[in-house]
């Protein structure tokens, strides 16, 4: 049985290209479509025709070499730095259609000459062979013939005969008369998940020993190589891979759309700890301070991120709110202020040039630095904001400074005026206890998913994403980067090499659009300023940043 997911992805494929017989449908056969759809994307109607295949800007393998090529197992060289990885076959004679491949149950196939505004380039049309339950193992040409006939069997009656759809059927039968396309199997890195609870695998000992560890293509005819991470492009106006070669692009006026992903490294300048870090809250955390039972006590020593954890504040508020206690105060006596980090972002805006702020930070620095509200996503939430499980009412970041204060013992020892234990603070409007909690996402709770319109109408229009102050390694955050189109310019800026992971490449020979900035943060983003000349600009905001920040300019 196919799944729905998979039986999407084959609607998807001609979702545009079926679009004027959608709309000769009943009105509930429209909705039970795009229904059926949005399991894969959001469903949108398209009102000019896709490009037909030859305008595709894609470069076909040449048809007129026939030589063989060596398969490649899964014992693979993989790079030092591990990155998702594809094996491209260019099948350019018959004896390639009779390749071997195998897929593993996490990986994607797809074909580029088949690409659609649906599936747009440079990977183009994705078969919908999945079964995420086994490998699939198969020949080229088996893989054709079976996607072509999942496409006469799986599209819905009242569109099967539709010129469109019988176009796209056509299409990939053709691939089989004269043998001249490619076959990508994609690899997809693992992603850990913040918020909601990480996806385990599937617990299948039967079929344990029947799954490929690495996907493969064995030897045969055609071309086979093998990449790691997604290069993209190189876009007009990027003269080099570095801040020089990014300032110029900025410059050029081809760089007309900024979007921004931060995290806490973004925040360490202004006296905020960083949490994965070397000397992050996660690496420092003792268990033993905190006001917990001993079973979770072993538990957070287990997995310090345990504090976070909406179980453990469902069962003991305690230990979240004594590690929250002296940033909250920070924050209300404005201990805590923008980074010139904070304030590059705010000359981006200042420029028209800011289109959007990704942030997995709950501490509001952005707004403080004068980045309007709007333009600002906060994935993780706000600790600004406070209310109560019971009765919904809302405090303020002052009346929960105080609370904290008055309730909540200093787990660092600096504070003589704290409580010498922690008690559960009541609810100012209906006086329950331990029900008061910041409006921030914990462990095993959703994200805002007000990052999904982003991720789907906003990124995909950005000339340049810049990625600071993140390991770029939980999702959904860090899926940003695979959501820019394929010559969007991708800036890191962190204290240590981080990104490959979401697929960016930083190496030659395969470097294209991708920037690693490795240092001090702000540092390197006062030097980028001072290349565009937006030096004295920055500067005249040094009295409202850090003071660390101020003192780096």
């Given at each position: 049985m196919v799944s729905v997911r998979a039986r999407s992805r084959v609607v998807v494929t001609w979702i545009y290209q079926a679009s004027s017989v959608l709309a000769m449908a009943p009105p509930d056969i429209r909705d039970e479509f795009r229904t059926t759809c949005s399991y894969y994307a959001s469903w949108r109607p398209l009102i000019q025709a896709p490009p037909s295949f030859a305008e595709v800007a894609y470069t076909a393998p040449s048809a007129s070499t026939s030589y063989k090529s060596p398969g490649l197992g899964s014992s693979i060289s993989a790079p030092s730095h591990p990155q998702p990885r594809r094996l491209i076959l260019?099948?350019?004679?018959?004896?390639?259609?009779?390749?071997?491949?195998v897929k593993t149950k996490e990986a994607t196939i797809s074909i580029p000459e088949l690409a659609d505004e649906a599936s747009p380039p440079p990977w183009g049309w994705e078969i919908a062979c999945q079964d995420r339950f086994n490998d699939l193992r198969c020949s080229v040409r088996q893989l054709i013939v079976d996607a072509a006939r999942r496409l006469e069997t799986e599209v819905p009656p009242w569109l099967r005969d539709s010129p469109p759809i019988l176009a796209q059927i056509q299409a990939v039968r053709g691939l089989l008369d004269k043998p001249c396309f490619t076959v990508v199997i994609h690899e997809h890195a693992r992603w850990a998940t913040a918020g909601a609870a990480e996806e385990k695998p599937e617990d299948d000992a039967s079929n344990a020993a029947d799954l490929a560890k690495a996907s493969s293509i064995g030897e045969g005819a055609g071309r086979l190589r093998e990449m790691f991470?997604?290069?993209g492009v190189s876009p007009v106006g990027l003269p080099s891979l570095d801040l020089d070669g990014l300032a110029a692009f900025i410059r050029s006026g081809a760089c007309r759309s900024v979007a921004l992903l931060t995290g806490a490294g973004i925040s360490t300048a202004s006296g905020i700890p960083d949490y994965r870090?070397?000397?992050?809250?996660?690496?420092?955390?003792?268990?033993?301070?905190l006001t917990a039972t001993a079973e979770q006590r072993v538990r957070i020593t287990r997995d310090p991120e345990h504090a976070a954890h909406i179980d453990l504040f469902q069962e003991n508020p305690l230990p979240l709110l004594e590690i929250k206690r002296g940033f909250v105060q920070g924050l209300a006596q404005k201990a805590w202020r923008p980074t010139a980090a904070h304030?590059?972002?705010?000359?981006?805006?200042?420029?028209?040039l800011l289109t959007r702020v990704l942030t997995q930070n709950i501490d509001g620095l952005h707004q403080d630095a004068g980045v309007p509200e709007a333009k600002v996503t906060e994935i993780h939430g706000t600790i600004r904001t406070v209310y109560c499980t019971s009765c919904g009412g809302k405090v303020s970041l002052d009346s929960f400074s105080e609370l904290l204060q008055r309730h909540l013992k200093d787990i660092t020892g600096q504070d003589a005026s704290a409580p010498a234990a922690s008690t559960l603070m009541p609810c100012p409007a209906c006086g329950s206890a331990g029900t008061l909690r910041p409006d921030t996402v914990l462990f095993g709770e959703p994200v805002n998913q007000n990052f999904k319109p982003v991720f789907r109408d906003e990124l995909p229009n950005v000339d340049l994403l810049i990625i600071a102050g993140t390991s770029v390694a939980v999702a959904p955050a860090g899926k940003a980067p695979s959501f820019v189109r394929e010559n969007c310019v991708r800036l890191v800026v962190n204290d240590r090499r981080v990104g490959e992971n979401a697929g960016l490449n930083f190496d030659p020979p395969d470097a294209a659009r991708d920037i690693m900035a490795e240092g001090d943060i702000d540092a390197l983003l006062i030097v980028l300023a001072d290349k565009l000349g937006w030096r004295q600009e920055l500067e005249a905001y040094a009295s409202e940043m850090s003071t660390s920040s101020a003192a780096k300019l």
């Open positions: 260019t099948v350019n004679c018959p004896e390639a259609l009779e390749r071997q491949l991470g997604d290069p870090g070397a000397g992050g809250l996660w690496k420092t955390l003792s268990p033993e301070v304030f590059f972002v705010r000359l981006l805006h200042d420029h028209g």
